[in-house]
């Protein structure tokens, strides 16, 4: 049985008030329709979203799939998710308690970073079905000239984190999860600094470390990012949301 990391459970619980506006991301429509737009739902699909939390990525595929279902671990981001999702399943992504071949498209946002990545992608390659598609979507790195202050940055936000990705990290899940017709696209979300580190669950040295980082910043970083500081720090923050296909036999 596999067991959920405590760290994980009770960084999102310290979260969960306020989660649906803690970033521009979180909610932000456009996002959303920019994933519903590379699934291609179809009327008649089953769609499983992994590491549901409150449901801000289901709702964008309410009333146009036939069923959508909701895994997390925390009640207390799951309890704000029905409205949005037909079934919810308090279970880990790393064992997902669905026999194979049971969903037609599958979604996660954020919630690999916080996972074994490597089992939680085999196992949503295994619940999928032959011709599916799954989207990975995840805040990343651009390259190696941001890789190590970004990590750090989000590190500090999230110290529950495990992995900490570039675009082609995710891609290369998805290949060795067995996925083929694998596609890269780029969405940039602009964010106050001091609004998305205001998550509740960190305190304010933290809060702190993630602006001297910004104010004392390479200028790779500060180029790729095209960052602002000033009286308030904005930053371009890169989604990379990567779909792929499960071989049809």
Not at 120 to 130: G, I, S
Request: charged fraction near 25%; charge should be negative; proline fraction near 3%.
């Amino acid at each position: 049985m596999y067991r959920t990391d405590p760290a994980v459970v009770e960084h999102f619980r310290a979260r969960a008030a306020r989660y649906n506006r803690s970033s521009s991301w979180a909610d932000d429509p456009v996002l959303g329709a920019r994933i519903v737009e590379l699934l291609a739902p179809e009327p008649q699909h089953r769609l499983l979203d992994v590491a549901c939390g409150t449901g801000l990525v289901s709702k964008h595929f309410r009333g146009r799939v036939a069923q959508i279902v909701g895994v997390d671990i925390t009640d207390g981001m799951f309890s704000q998710a029905g409205a949005f999702i037909d079934e919810l399943v308090a279970a880990p992504a790393e064992a997902l308690p669905f026999e194979g071949s049971s969903f037609d498209r599958i979604v996660c946002r954020q919630g690999i970073q916080f996972m074994d990545d490597e089992a939680a992608v085999r196992e949503m390659l295994r619940v999928l079905k032959p011709g599916g598609r799954v989207a990975l979507v995840n805040l990343c790195a651009y390259g190696d000239e941001d890789r190590a202050e970004y990590f750090e940055i989000l590190r500090l936000r999230n110290a529950a984190r495990r992995n900490f990705y570039v675009r082609e990290d995710l891609v290369a899940l998805l290949e060795a999860a067995g996925a083929v017709n694998i596609e890269v696209h780029d969405y940039v979300s602009v964010e106050n600094v001091d609004e998305w580190s205001n998550t509740g669950a960190i305190d304010e040295s933290a809060r702190e470390e993630i602006r001297q980082i910004y104010r004392h910043a390479s200028s790779g970083f500060v180029d790729l990012h095209a960052a602002s500081v000033g009286d308030q720090i904005v930053d371009h923050m890169l989604f990379g949301i990567i779909v792929g296909e499960k071989a049809r036999q």
